[in-house]
Nanobody
Framework: QVQLVESGGGLVQPGGSLRLSCVVS????????MAWFRQVPGPEREFVAR????????YHAESVKGRFTISRDNAKNTVSLQMDRLKPEDSGVYYC???????????????WGQGTQVTVSS
């Protein structure tokens, strides 16, 4: 069984920074791709960024490119999301997800964390 546990969310002012972490345990071999999504008011989870355990390859959504950076630490089984120059529209619940397909479609990811709230407000 795979477990993903996020941490690092909170309240921050516009222009500020937060760093989210996702610790992965269990059968990590079933997840070659790790991603971050966010849930804002609406029916679908929005793709934020993804990476893989086996390379330095990264892909970020246009809405966060240049402000957010995804990274992973294989030794610690951890995937992180550094978020800088945060905007109010970045507010939402952020989820860590694992899967086998390099896609922005949330339906392709099999494992999910419980989510962590990020609020950007003055």
């Amino acid at each position: 069984q795979v477990q993903l546990v996020e941490s690092g969310g909170g309240l921050v002012q516009p222009g500020g920074s937060l760093r989210l972490s996702c610790v992965v345990s269990g059968r990590t071999s079933s997840m070659t791709v790790m991603a971050w999504f966010r849930q804002v008011p609406g029916p679908e989870r929005e793709f934020v960024a993804r990476t893989t355990w086996g390379s330095d390859w990264k892909y970020h959504a246009e809405s966060v490119k240049g402000r957010f950076t995804i990274s992973r630490d294989n030794a610690k089984n951890t995937v992180s999301l550094q978020m800088d120059r945060l905007k109010p529209e970045d507010s939402g619940v952020y989820y860590c997800a694992g899967g086998k397909q390099a896609t922005t479609d949330a339906r392709a990811y099999d494992s999910w964390g419980q989510g962590t709230q990020v609020t950007v407000s003055s």
